[in-house]
């Protein structure tokens, strides 16, 4: 059964900063691409960031050059680490995996296995 559970997320003051965790379970980590994804209230969900098989990664304009993704291949574990955090980071946050991910990373409908989430809120 596969399995992916976030956490680390919490509320902080703009400018400030929290690591994100993603627990994989139930499948082969390592093979899969990995993906942060966001959604806020009233809005449509959003990819964050996303990494490869072979470390590559993705991000979206919002984010770049503040967020960081990473994986731990030998601890089943997704990451990011997410500093100079805005208001407008304020979100639900999902971890996703997919065995084969298009040419679209950032979209959501390319992954097919989630996690519950982990909010995150930033205050100003």
């Known amino acids: 059964q596969v399995q992916l559970v976030e956490s680390g997320g919490g509320s902080v003051q703009t400018g400030g900063s929290l690591r994100l965790s993603c627990a994989v379970s139930g499948y082969t980590f390592s093979r899969y691409f990995m993906g942060w994804f966001r959604q806020a209230p009233g809005k449509e969900r959003e990819g964050v960031a996303i990494?490869?098989?072979?470390?590559?990664?993705t991000y979206a304009n919002s984010v770049r050059g503040r967020f960081t993704i990473s994986r731990d291949n030998a601890k089943n574990t997704l990451y990011l680490q997410m500093n100079s955090l805005k208001p407008e980071d304020t979100a639900m946050y999902y971890c996703?995996?997919?065995?084969?991910?298009?040419?679209?990373?950032?979209?959501?409908?390319?992954?097919?296995?989630w996690g519950q989430g982990t909010q995150v809120t930033v205050s100003s």
């Open positions: 996703a995996a997919d065995p084969d991910v298009g040419y679209k990373r950032l979209s959501p409908d390319q992954y097919i296995y």
């Open positions: 990494i490869d098989h072979y470390g590559g990664t």
